[in-house]
């Protein structure tokens, strides 16, 4: 086998299962967003140019999703990853019941993410659920009210179900990469005489960072894209304080049978997404070039 | 003395983070199996209690005998079972090659990963189906093994190229000066280190694809082929939300990933072999 030809046999299956299981989807579904695809109107299909876009741009609706979006995916990726790094690195020390405790841990994440929605809509709930009695009791409510349905701080709802689901996926990963490090350079460093914080900063970081890095951007990506918790949870409500984009998206294509519309809708979310992966790309570009 | 004494309150300060995190983690799962043992008569009226003062097996009893879930289950022990070995495998091969090559096209190749992640799912179903439907891989299981593998292959690919980007490349370097193939040095050099990667790979893809539910709905409409979130949602559409079956039913289905996740956890910490990497 030519060395020159060894990367491709590598890549070159997964290539072709994703051009054409995904890519292909992708175009097609991206192509809807310049014509007018309505299912509830039979004489629709034709070609409308930039009109979906121009009617986006003048929608309110469009804007407090895009508003939600940055809110829900800041809040929820930062809190994964803060929280699944925290508990990957108590993972990593070996302790008595590990095994169990790994076990249950990673739990949450098997739930599907519709019913995780309905059981935190459930915990959120004053007549089924436990949490709104709680909060009184800790003087964060006045009264045992439904979070989901005051309009100021609703979102946080969703965010606390998507934390929960998400944290697993963080911890799982990181932990891995942590396994992989080889024990000796702790030693070393020990020998050295370098404290818990300069082995942190000098071995450990360097060595997540690939993961972390890649882990990061994922997430933020399914995170913008992930409107179950939300449907399920709030239906973007109450008064639209929750819908963010893939939620709007959603609502347009399954509840309005609007095609075009929504894939407008998810053309911006895609170029806004990529232009979030180029600066990161750019910036782990800038970061390794500098060290 | 004194570090005796820090390192017994770090050890205690260690249980008490992990036993909040456990508390966070299992509370809304405890809620669920108190539903789930709930008599419906008593589901709203002792809603709040942390403890019915009635439990029932009703739910489950049903959910058992009533229902398709057996084979629900075993439709969903196929997908993610193959769905995970296939894409480990294919993810494996196309990470090694990111991270050991530098070739002609490997940018593109990592941005279409990228960009394939960023479409809402929603978008592409309806293309997917007229795609797959000629071929006779709707209503399949088969069907929804090459969807998930598509979908998940490039998160998995990214992510083991991360795990062996952090594998020094002297390791294999080395072996292949002492006359061993790539493929030889692989195996007894590099598998070893990334069996944590290899064992988070594989347990992320099976539970993606255990708990998927936008596809499994989508593609496959014959009860069948379904899997078993696409049962749960028979509880809500069925019986206007039969809230003690349902959670029953997902109680249920977590039985079969605890296995699993006991299968695989000791693969996952089981880390560096003694002396893998000395010298």
């Given at each position: 086998m030519s060395e020159r030809a060894e990367p491709y046999l590598y890549t070159l299956p997964s290539v072709f299962l994703i051009a054409a299981l995904m890519l292909v989807p992708l175009l097609i579904g991206l192509s809807y967003a310049f014509r007018d695809i309505?299912?509830?109107?039979?004489s629709s299909g034709g070609f409308v140019g930039l009109d979906h876009f121009r009617e986006l741009y003048a929608d309110p609706s469009f804007w407090n999703a895009l508003r939600n979006t940055v809110t829900w995916t800041a809040a929820s990726v930062a809190l994964q990853f803060g929280l699944g790094l925290i508990l990957a690195l108590l993972l990593n020390h070996p302790f008595r019941g590990r095994g169990l405790v790994q076990l249950l841990v990673f739990l949450?994440?098997?739930?599907?993410s519709f019913l995780s929605a309905l059981n935190w809509a459930w915990l959120f709930n004053p007549v089924v659920g436990p949490l709104p009695h709680w909060f009184v009791s800790v003087g964060l409510?006045?009264?045992?009210?439904?979070?989901?349905?005051?309009?100021?701080?609703?979102i946080w709802g969703p965010i606390a179900a998507n934390v929960w689901w998400g944290i697993p996926f963080f911890a799982i990963t990181l932990l891995a990469a942590l396994q992989s490090i080889p024990r000796d350079l702790y030693e070393a460093a020990a020998i050295d005489g370098a404290g818990a914080w300069m082995r942190f900063r000098s071995i450990t970081l360097p060595y997540l960072a690939p993961t972390m890095a890649i882990t990061i951007l994922l997430r933020t990506v399914w995170v913008a894209n992930f409107a179950d918790l939300i449907v399920v949870m709030t239906?973007?409500?109450?008064?639209?304080?929750?819908?963010i984009l893939s939620s709007y998206i959603f609502t347009q294509a399954?509840?309005?049978?609007d095609f075009g519309y929504a894939s407008a809708i998810a053309a911006v979310l895609l170029i806004l997404l990529l232009a979030y992966a180029a600066m990161l790309v750019l910036l782990r570009h800038f970061l390794s070039t500098r060290n | 003395m004194h570090a005796r004494v820090n390192r017994s309150t770090s050890l205690l300060l260690h249980y008490a983070l992990i036993g909040l995190y456990l508390a966070f983690a299992l509370f809304p799962l405890y809620w669920m199996l108190k539903v789930s043992l709930t008599p419906n008569e008593l589901l709203y009226g002792?809603?709040?209690?942390?403890?019915?003062s009635r439990i029932t097996l009703d739910h489950y009893a049903s959910v058992i005998e009533h229902s398709q879930f057996p084979q629900f289950f075993r439709n969903s022990l196929i997908v993610s079972g193959s769905t995970a070995l296939l894409v480990t495998a294919l993810a494996t091969a196309a990470g090694y090659g990111f991270s050991r090559f530098r070739f002609r096209g490997k940018l593109w190749i990592v941005g279409l990963m990228l960009v394939s992640q960023m479409f809402p799912l929603v978008m592409i179903v309806a293309p997917i189906f007229r795609l797959l439907s000629p071929l006779g891989l709707t209503n399949s299981l088969t069907g929804l093994v090459v969807v998930y593998t598509a979908f998940n292959v490039p998160f998995a690919s990214l992510l083991m190229q991360s795990f062996f980007d952090a594998i020094p490349k002297d390791l294999e370097e080395a072996a292949m000066i002492d006359g061993a193939t790539r493929f030889q040095a692989l195996r007894s050099v590099i598998a070893p280190l990334t069996l944590p990667g290899l064992a988070a790979t594989f347990s992320f893809v099976f539970t993606a694809a255990w708990s998927e539910l936008l596809f499994a709905l989508m593609l496959n409409s014959s009860t069948a082929a379904s899997t078993f979130p696409v049962g749960l949602l028979a509880f809500v559409s069925k019986f206007s939300v039969d809230f003690g079956q349902m959670t029953a039913a997902g109680v249920l289905a977590l039985l079969p990933v605890c296995g699993f996740f006991f299968l695989i956890q000791r693969y996952l910490v089981q880390g560096l072999t003694a002396g893998a990497v000395k010298g």
């Open positions: 309505s299912l509830l109107d039979p949450p994440w098997a739930v599907p409510m006045s009264a045992p009210d439904n979070l989901l349905s005051d309009p100021k701080h609703a239906k973007g409500g109450p008064a639209d304080s929750t819908q399954f509840q309005r049978l | 002792e809603g709040v209690r942390l403890w019915p």
